[in-house]
Each structure stands twice: as C-alpha cells, then as structure tokens.
C-alpha cells in the first residue's frame, strides 16, 4: 500500500477509534475492496489493528493505540493552520495535507485547528486591480528547488531576445504577487522574474547550492539592491502636513520626513531619475514644493506647461487636493 494511505488510515482510525472499510474507502477516494486490503496490510505487518465482525463492527486500533504524528503545542497548531489554510483553498495538496494533520493533533486542539484553516481569506489583488494569477511554471520551478535538479531555462529580459541557460535552483519568492526565480549561473546568483520565463525544463543533472546559503538573507541582498537602484535620485519638497500620511503610504520607503514645519513638512523623495519624481508629484499641485533639485523642477515646469497647452482653464481653479 502507499505510504500516504498508510498514515491516512492510522490517523483516521486514531481519530474515530473505529472504522468500516467502506468508510475508509470513502474517505480515502479508493474502492472498499483495496481499502480492505490496506487494513488487511497493516495488520500483517504488525500494526496493532483487528477487525470486529457483525453489526456496529469495524476496525480498531488495539488496546486505544496512537501516533502522534504532529508533536504541535495548541499555539503552534493554530498559526500552522491559519498561514496554510487560504492555501487550501487553490491547492488540493494542501486541503488534504491540512486533513491529515487534523486527524495527527490531539483531541483538544482539533476545534481551534480547523476554524483557523477557515478564518483568513488571502485577497492578493489590490483595489481596483486584476487578481494576480500564479506563473504556471512556478510548480515546475519548486519541484526544481526541492528536488535540487538543474533547469534549462529560456528567458527574455526586457528588451532583449530570448536566450536560453541551465541554472541551478535556489529558491522562489512570491513578491506582492511577482515571482522571483533565484539561481546559480556560471556568472554567480542571478534573479529571474518567473514571468519572463518563456519555458523551463528539468534536465535530471544534480543541482549545487552553497551550504551557507539561505534563501530570505539572499532575498533581502536583491531588495536591498534594487531598492537603491530605484533611489539614484533623492528630491527634497515640502508637502502639506495634512496629507503627508497619504503621501508616506503612496511613496513608501522612498520617503523619508526630515523636519516639521507646522503646516508644511520637509520630506526628502527618492526615485530612479529627476523626471520619475516629477512625474510622482505633479499630479499633487500646490500641496507640494520642490526645494531641490533644479532639474526637478524644470520638469515640473515642463509638464505643466505641457498640461495648460493641452487643456487651457476654462475658468480659474483652486488648489488640487488628492
């Protein structure tokens, strides 16, 4: 019989304490005649189950015998269940493995286990915005990562041809909804985004991996990175105290609050180039003046000069609020 089978039934049998083979076979998605024989199986090979003949009959475990498969204090049990549980929801494998485990817990904490599996909802869209689906070929690439085989990829960066590697697998990160793909290349660790890459296969060649990697330290490194990429130029502008909580959520990390000035605060903006900021604060009007530096402002310029060619008032307007 199948292992998985084989830890299915003892845990069945160990949370009701006696079963049918109908039962199992029900529970289980095989014939009754072959979860007979997994019954029959166990027994053979000494797990301490007997059948009971006659109405009300059944199989049990001898003597109340148990396996405890979990080892899980109640805290550990509910925050297990409330991370995997909006997971079960699109991946079967999870739904069962979850099933499984419920049946490995202690009599106590089932209750709590199973209503944490079903108290969060993960909506990965935001307002407004398309549902991000998964890349197909993330499983590919997880199977890749676990099993620690080489990939053959064939990957386009932007605005460039498609060209093809064989990496090794590192680990996958999901970021707001982007998966990353990282990997060791004859060039050193490199990050992919999943969703350039045009095809993936496993090539069946035994993979390598640094012994002193570890996946969210090298995650941290590329965001580390990239956010300072997207930080080449840093403006200083004073916003509108009122709504600085609004521009804080919009810009994030790329702002940080230099001074209090009452009615104003002093920020200091970051972005790749002059004209990214520009274009980040146009749309703010008066609630927000940029000190420095000039070219910044000379964009600003540029696009309102731009925006009152385009649309002459027709009559004047007060000041923009967002």
């Known amino acids: 019989m199948r292992a998985d089978r084989l830890v299915a039934t003892l845990l069945l049998m160990q949370a009701r304490g006696r079963v049918t083979a109908a039962e199992l076979a029900g529970e289980l998605e095989v014939s009754t005649a072959t979860a007979r024989r997994d019954l029959e199986a166990l027994s053979a090979a000494g797990v301490p ?16 015998a148990r396996t405890d498969l979990s080892g899980l204090t109640a805290a550990e049990a509910q925050a297990l269940f409330l991370i995997a549980g909006p997971a079960a929801s699109v991946a079967p494998q999870v739904k069962s493995a979850l099933r499984k485990l419920v049946r490995a817990l202690p009599q106590t904490f089932r209750a709590d286990a199973e209503a944490a599996a079903s108290a969060v909802v993960v909506d990965t869209a935001g307002w407004g915005d398309d549902t991000k689906d998964r890349p197909v070929l993330v499983s590919l690439l997880q199977q890749a990562v676990v099993q620690q085989v080489q990939v053959s990829l064939t ?38 985004r999943v969703d350039r890459i045009l095809g993936a296969t496993l090539t069946g060649a035994p993979a390598t991996k640094p012994p002193e990697f570890e996946l969210a330290s090298a995650w941290d490194s590329v965001v580390t990175e990239v956010e300072q990429r997207r930080a080449e130029t840093a403006a200083t502008m004073l916003v509108a105290t009122r ?36 274009r980040n604060v146009a749309g703010w009007g008066s609630l927000v003046t940029v000190e420095s530096p000039a070219e910044v402002r000379d964009h600003l310029a540029r696009i309102g000069a731009e925006l009152v060619s385009r649309y002459p008032p027709a009559s004047p307007a007060g000041p923009v609020e967002p």
Do not use: M
Request: charged fraction near 25%.
């Open 49 to 64: 189950v007997y059948p009971q003949p006659g109405r009300g009959g059944g199989w049990s475990l001898i003597g109340g």
């Open 155 to 192: 990957y386009q960066k932007r605005g460039s041809p498609p060209a093809g590697r064989t990496v090794d697998p590192w680990g996958l990160v999901d970021k707001d909804g982007v998966w990353y793909f990282l990997a060791g290349t004859k060039d050193g660790q490199r990050t992919f």
């Open 243 to 278: 709504f600085l909580k609004v521009f804080q959520h919009i810009h994030g990390r790329h702002c940080t609050v230099l001074e209090d000035l009452g009615e104003d605060t002093r920020v200091e903006l970051t972005a790749p180039r002059p004209l990214d900021i520009a």
